[in-house]
Structure formats: structure tokens, C-alpha cells
């Protein structure tokens, strides 16, 4: 579902690379974890899978197509993203002036499926992730937990190729990170998703299928 | 990403946005609207006045295909030279006329009284038509009968077979009306008789004022009006009925198009409100806009929904501004006449009738005007890179953004020339095109300008030891400048366009002032409306008994020196050839005419119109002839723009004119003033005369004069509010953007008093530098619009005089308001409980 090969990115005015020939893939329905020092380049090697920044040689096949967002333009990125990926990041960003099913149904827009048939699968995920009746509230009225979950499911209501998580317990506190992390994993192999989660948690790392260790001197 | 989908996700995300920012929203549709009602009514005011002046030209006049005149209102069309005009071939009638005004039975106010030939009339003026009133005793139109338009009737309470005695001068005609005019328009008041009985009672005997022409139907109307042109005696001249609508129009065109700039004015600041509240908008959202971006929103799309975001601001406003603008319509005919104060139109109040084009126009310049505002927030909300956005929130500009700001200060100089050169150009089809130009350019340089002096007044000042909130507001405008920018763009505009008006209303103010001073040397005046003065009156008036020291008579008559542009006015008064300037205010040099030569001294707008100089000579229509005349020298006139020549009774006497005055300027003898208004009293009331003195006139002048800027004032209001509104806005908005960095602040100990002065420092910063550019551009507008629009637009020439203490008290008290506005966007700000903005992670 996911295939980077020879993957390079140095930052502008960077005097070295950041990394350079990555390989590595993960497969249909597999959750991997991707750890790492602090500054090594995780949430950039997400952000050129994401195609939010661009990579400056190798390729990223993304999806059943296997589409190379490395050698696509700004819109198509954005097609393939809204078709294809799911993102998770570790400071909730969910839309304040939405509400909570808003919020769930943009993602379901952004794919063109149209609003009538919203309220079904909107409900079906809320109740996935616990939220059941929440679908009316304001994001302002909810706690960190409860964002994330939105977010959550957000990320898998349009049925994703691919989810990318960015830290996501990283702003909740121990209890309910386990939660949320069950309730991700969860809801993640049971839509037979593959997922890239980055993490600082050696607990986290051990709930994925495989780790995966980012260093200067390439992956591990 | 179907239609459908999109048309829903823009929706939410606009009616989120406007329920986030009411007021804001609010505030630039109103702003939009207002440009629209302007615009629109000023378009529906002059449609109507000119469809009434057609149809009331149509009614009155028929519709011939061409007229034959004479130039001068003292001249007429000698009934021979009709008479061999209807020999023509292909002339089928020609109707003679004679138009003149009388008063009935001493009323104040002369009535048009039309002596036509009612066989010849049935022709060319079916609407002039009269109808026996079989209930009339007395005589039908032939023997003498008179016919009153059923308004008329209805003014004078009288019904047919009333007698009336009609006064012109010292003739009288004591005649009986037998019937009315049922073609008349409702608000016509009109009389008419057979041309013959006009004639024996008012004369001249042999001419008339026109012959109107029904020319076969398969004759080239241009070619037979231009061979007939040819051929006509000096004085006299062939019109058509483009040439009225013509002259109609340039009688208020330079009116008009000044407010429609004033229009476009208040629509260009509605599209700054949709500017500032757009970027303030798109500078609030980024991090939602980036987070859409990352869900799959394309760039296409960030661009659109905020384009789109400002047309739902523009198109609400610019519908509410057509309606507002019809409303404007109806209530400023009913109150100021078809010309919004300017005076060009006689008092009546056209019907207003909104038309689809038009108003699909105005609607999509309204529109126009908001996409126009929200054009570069859009683009900024494009270009910003998704990932950092997330992060950190909005970046102020494209990356290129650095190199650009070296070059700013390049610009003001560079355009600083070009706007001088702008003024110098001459106007184009008479309009001070050139003249607008510079004055959008003295306003780009300003808004250009205010980096430069962000930078001198916020360095010079971080150079100073200064408390910490002063440091902190320092260092925020440094941070933050395109906010600090556009904040300061919206007044320096506002105040620049509001200073610009004062400066330029008040020097024209004292210009007039200075001029009626001139004008009116006379402490008492008196005049008829149109009519000469009685014979009688006059010879009073030279008897011993009479209670005056000093009498000088005028007559005022017109003349056409071309057909598309309005009358000239021709005065001819006691002046004395060697020393006109006793009564005339000359602005340039006086030159002694040629001793066997008649002189004239024309106006200022009449050597603009038609770019003559003293020392020239001029061909003048005279008495139905062409006289050569000198011109002696150029003087000031503000009451007639379309040009006034003034004449010597001597020298109009010489050339066998008819001296029949109609004003009196008149000096009562010392201590006999009670006594000179008594001993004009009777004759006043007697022949309906008007006696003022100068006092009197002069306030009446100068409240005309403020009357016809009314919408001007207005303007400045609503311009100043909105600068202001734009002030407050961006304020807010940029200390929004950094509430966490205040908060930060706030948990280190900076309590909420010293956060908002700080926020009340920076704001007042903002607005010095505003209102120091905003004064200067303000100026610089202010004399583009006395030395080059005036004169350009209405050849009214004037001096600069700045009113100081007015103009420094707007600044003082813009400057006020402001600080009001920035307290007021410091307390949203700090507001926020501490903790809350410090969890909130966007
Ligand atoms: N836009 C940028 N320009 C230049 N350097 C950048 C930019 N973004 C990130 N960096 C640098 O690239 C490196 C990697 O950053 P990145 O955010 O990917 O780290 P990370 O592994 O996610 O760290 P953390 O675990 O702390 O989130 C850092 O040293 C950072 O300073
Ligand atoms: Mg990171």
C-alpha cells in the first residue's frame, strides 16, 4: 500500500541531508511504527509521504494505484490525500466553526460522496470511537481526548489506503493515550488499513505490527 | 471532487466564517452597499431628470426635425427668411413660434406664454394643441382666446371664461381664457394663443423666436440641416433635437462624473473592508485552511473559497445597494430635484424608473469591487505552505517577500513625478482624467510610502531604553508589519480622501466668498424673473424724490455659440470701457481695446470653454448679426459655468441693441435705508419684482453652495468610519493572531493592564504614521483638486487655503478614535483567560 524507495530530503540552507536513500514499504492492513530521535526527520519523512512537502529524489507509491506523489502536482497531491490517505497529528487540528459531524463529513466531501449519505457513516464511526451523540457539539465543548477521537475519525471515514499519524497520543495523558491508541488500532485493522504511526512511546511501538527506527544514518 | 460537494463544504465554511465575524461581515457589506447606492442612484437621478427634459422638450417643442433660431435671446427669426425657407421642396410646414414669459396679473413667478399658428401647429406640435371650452362664452383662438395647461388652471384656481391680464414690461394684455391644453404634461405650466394676438400685444411685428420644421419624409435630414446652416443669416442657426439632448447632458456632465467618483470612492473603500477583513479572515484560518489543504482540499480551491467568501460579502451588499439606491433616488428628487443640489435643472421631480441593464451593472460592480478585495488574501491563503501553516500558523507573505522590501522605497519616488506629470495634462473630452489619475496615484504612493515610515518611527523608536509593554508593542508591529500595513493603508486613504475634501470645499468656500464681496458692490438689489422692468419704474427711480444715491442698471440676455453646449450669458451693464474692473473681478491683465471696436470682458469658464484670451477678437451673434468685439480681459464668475460675457450698455447701445434692463443694483442715499425698502415695497407687489439685499444674497449663495455639497459631506463620514472600522479590524485580527505570545506574556507576569496599554501604544503608532501620510497625500489631493479638477471639470479657478485648525483637529480626533478602537481590540485579546489560550493548540 505504501512503497518509498530511494528516498532523499535536505532542507533548504540545511548543510546536510536529512536522509537520504530510504527504502522500505508497508504492506495492505500492516501497521507500522516509525521511531526516533527528536529532530531526525520523522514528521518530514510524513509530510513527503503526505505530499505536504516535496522529497527531492526517490519515489512514494501510494494506494492500490501505486501513485508516485513525489512526481505529482499540487492538486493531484490533494486528490490523492483526500482519496487516499488519512492523517492523525498530535494537536488534534479540528475545525473550531464545524461541528463534530461537519468536522467528520469534510473528508467524505473532499471525495465527492454526497451529503445524504453523511449521517450513516458519520454515525457509524462516532459510535466506533465512542462518541455516540456527540455529532451536534461544538469542537470548543469537548476535552483533548474527545478531539482526538474526532480526529480519528476523521481520518478513516472516507476508507483510506493509508493512515499517517504524527505523535497522536502525544498531547493526552497516560490513560487516555492507551485508550485512543486501542481505539486507533482497532478501528484501523478492522478497515484493513495500513497505517505509518510516529511515536516516542515504546508502549505504542509494541502495540504495531513492526518498528521501524529513523536515524541520521538512514532507517533501521 | 463533484460539484455538488464542493457548492456544500464553500457553505460551511462561509456560514462558519460569518457567523465567526458578524460584525466585520457586516460592516464591509454595508460599506459595498453604499458604493452600489451611491453609484446607482446618481445614474437613476440623471436617467430620469434627462427623460423629463425629453419629454418635456418633446411636448413643448413637438418634434420637428429641425429649428431654425436665433443666437441671441434679444434676436429673433425674421418671418422672411421662414417664409423662403417654406418655398423649399422638401420642407412640408414650418411652424413660427413665439415663446416668451409673462406674468399673470402680477404673480411673482412668469409663466411661458407660445404664440403659435394652429393650423401649421397640428403638425409639428400635436401636444400644444388647444381645446375649445364649450362653456366659454368669449371667442375661440382666432378671435383672441387664450389656452392655460390644466396645471396652470389648477395653480391659478380658475376655470375657462376667466379674464386674466398677461404683463410683459410695461406691455399689458388683457385677455379671456377659452380653454385648455389637454396634451400638456401634468406639472406644465404653459399658456398659448394664436401667434398673431402674441404678437400685436408683445411684438416684434415681422420676426419670431422660432420656425419649426417638417421636412418631407425621403429628405437627408443631415445634409438639408447643414445646407440650410450655410445659408442662414448670421445671427441665426438651425438646431436638431440631438443638439438639446446634447447640451442637456453637458449641462451636468462634470457634476455628474464628480460624484460618480465619489461612487467609486465609497465602492473602492468597500472593497479595502472586504481587503482587510479577507486577509484578517484568511491570517485567523490558517491553520484550519492548512489542515483543509492536508485533508485534500486543492490549491485551487483555497484560492476560490476565499474569492468566494468575498462575493457572498459583495453580492448581498451590492443587491442591498440597489435597493438602497433606488430609495436614494426617490427621497433626493423629492428633496433636492433632479440634479442632487447642483442647480442645473429647474425644480421638478422626475419619475424614477429602474431599468434591468443598469441595474445588472452596478450589481456586478459590487461584486467586482469585493472580488477585487479579496483577490490577495486569496492569494496569500494559496500560497501558504501547508506544513509550516500547521505548525506555527499564517505567514505574512510569499517568500520573495525580502527582496521586494528593498525595493519599496523606490516606488514613491518613482510615482511622485508621474502624478506631477498627470496634472499637468489637459483634460480628456473635457474631463480631468489626468487629474483622477493623479490622485489614485498620490494614494498609491502613500500606501507605498508607509513601510518606509513604519520603519524610520518603530527603529528610531527600539533604539530608545523603554519600558517592556512599550517594547513589546514595538517589537509586534515589527513582527507583524503587512498587518500594521494595512491598518495603516485604510486611514491613510480615509483621511487622505477626507482632508483632500475639506481642504478643497474650504478653499472654494472662501473663494466664493471673496468673490461675492466683489460682486455685490451694491448694498440692495432688485430684479424681475425674465421680464423687463417697467418703464415706469425706471423713470421713478430718476426722479428727485427717489431715496438713492447711486443706480446702476443690467439686462441679462443669452446667447448660443453652439448648439450642443448651453446658453452663454450675455450681461450688459453701466461699466465704464477704461475701468471695468470697478465692477468686474479680473483675474489677469486688462487691455485697451481698439478705439473703433467694441469690447466684452469675458468669464473664466467662458475663455475655457472656448479657449479665447484678452487681446483675441470674437464673433460675437449679435442683434441677428455677427459683431466683431475685442476681448478686454478675463474675470472671475463663479454663478454662471457655462461661460458670461460682459458688455457695455454704451457699446450695446452703439450696436443698435435694446437696452431693456432687468437688475437694479441700487445705493439708498445715507440713513434713508428703512426708506428705500419702503419706497420699493409697492413696486415690488405691484409687478411681482424681487428686491434683496446683498446680505441676504449672500447667505443665500452660500447656502446653495453647501447645499451642493451635501453628498459630499456625507462621503467624508462614511469614509472616515471606514477607515477607522478598517483600523479596528486589523487590530484585532493581528493581535488575535498572537493571543497565545500575549498570554505567554500574561503567565510570565505581565499583568492585563500593561498588555493593553501595550496594544493601545502600538495601535496609536499605527495611526501617527497613517495620518502623517494620510496628511500630507491629503494636501497633495486637496490641491490637485482646486488647481487641476475644478478648473478642468467646471473652469472654476481658485487659490489653496487650508484649513488648518479643522484639518489638525480631524487628525486629533482620528487619532482618538483609533486609540479607542486598538483598547477595544486589546480587550478581546486579553480577555481570553490565560490558561485557555495557552492549552488551545491553534
Ligand atoms: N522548513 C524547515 N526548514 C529548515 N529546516 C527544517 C524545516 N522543518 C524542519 N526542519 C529541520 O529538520 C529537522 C527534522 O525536523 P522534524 O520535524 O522532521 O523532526 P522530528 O523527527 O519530527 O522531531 P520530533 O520528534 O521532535 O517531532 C529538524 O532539525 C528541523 O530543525
Ligand atoms: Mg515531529
Known sequence: ?220 | MSARCRQTLSWWLIRAQFRSRRAATLLSMLAIALGVALGYAIHLINDAALADFARAMKSVQGDPDAVIAARDSAGSVPLATLNEIARDPAVLVVAAVIETRVRIDNARTPVTLIGLDLFSAAAVMPKLLPRQDPQAATGNILAGGIYASPALLGQLGLRAGATLTLVRGAQQWRTTIAGDLPAARPDELLLVADIAWVQEHFGPADAVSEGRVRLAPDTDLESWRSGLAQRLPAGLLVRAAEDDSARVSNLSRAYRVNLNVLALVALLTGAFLVFATQLTAVAQRSTQFALLGVLGLSPRMRLLQVLLEGLAIGAPGAMLGLALGYALAVAFTHVLGGDLGGGYFSGSAPLIVPALVPALVFLALGCLASLAGACYPAYLNRMQPLAQALKTGFAQGPAAGETARSRLPLLPLLLAPAAFALTQLPPLRELPIGGYAAIALVLVVGIASAPLLTQLVFGWLSERPLPAPQRIALQNVAQAPLMAQVAASGLIVSFALTASMVIMVSSFRVAVDHWLDHVLPAPLYLRSKATPLPQELLAALQQPDAPFARIERMANEALTIDPQRPKVALLVRELERRNPAARLPFTGPLLEPPADMPVVWISEPMAEIYRLAPGQTLQLPLLGRTVEVFIGGVWRDYARQFGAIAISRDDYLQLGGDFQPTDLALWPLPGKETAADAWLAPWSTRYGLEVADSAAIRQLSLSIFDKSFAVTYALEAAAMLIGLFGLAVTLAASVWLRARELATLGALGFDRRMLSRAVMLEGALIAVVGLLIGLACGVAIGAILTHVVNPQAFHWRMSLDIPWTAVLAGALLTLAAAVVASHYAARQATRLPVAQVLASAQ
Open chain 1, 1 to 220: 500500500m505504501l512503497t518509498v524507495t530511494d528516498l532523499a530530503k535536505r532542507h533548504r540552507r540545511a548543510r546536510r541531508p536529512l536522509f537520504s536513500a530510504l527504502d522500505f514499504s508497508v504492506a495492505a492492513g500492516e501497521i507500522v511504527a516509525l521511531v526516533g530521535e527528536s529532530g531526525v526527520g520523522k514528521s518530514t519523512l510524513l509530510n513527503c509521504i503526505a505530499g505536504l512537502e516535496t522529497a527531492d529524489s526517490g519515489s512514494i507509491a501510494i494506494g492500490p494505484q501505486a501513485l508516485d506523489i513525489v512526481r505529482l502536482d499540487e492538486s493531484a497531491r490533494a486528490a490523492l490525500r483526500a482519496r487516499s490517505i488519512g492523517f492523525v497529528f498530535q494537536a488534534f487540528h479540528v475545525l473550531p466553526t464545524l461541528t463534530v459531524a461537519q468536522n467528520i463529513g469534510v473528508p467524505l466531501l473532499l471525495c465527492g460522496i454526497p451529503t445524504s449519505e453523511h449521517p450513516a457513516r458519520t454515525q457509524a464511526l462516532l459510535d466506533g470511537v465512542g462518541l455516540a451523540g456527540f455529532g451536534p457539539r461544538w469542537p470548543a465543548s469537548l476535552s483533548g481526548g474527545e478531539l482526538q477521537r474526532v480526529a480519528i475519525a476523521r481520518a478513516l471515514v472516507h476508507r483510506p489506503a493509508l493512515i499517517l499519524a504524527d505523535e497522536p497520543t502525544g498531547n493526552l495523558d497516560p490513560r487516555t493515550a492507551d485508550e485512543v491508541l486501542a481505539l486507533l488500532l482497532e478501528r484501523v485493522r478492522e478497515q484493513q488499513t495500513s497505517a505509518l504511526v510516529v511515536t516516542h512511546s515504546q508502549h505504542v511501538a509494541q502495540c504495531c505490527d513492526r518498528t521501524l527506527t529513523l536515524t541520521p544514518d538512514g532507517l533501521r
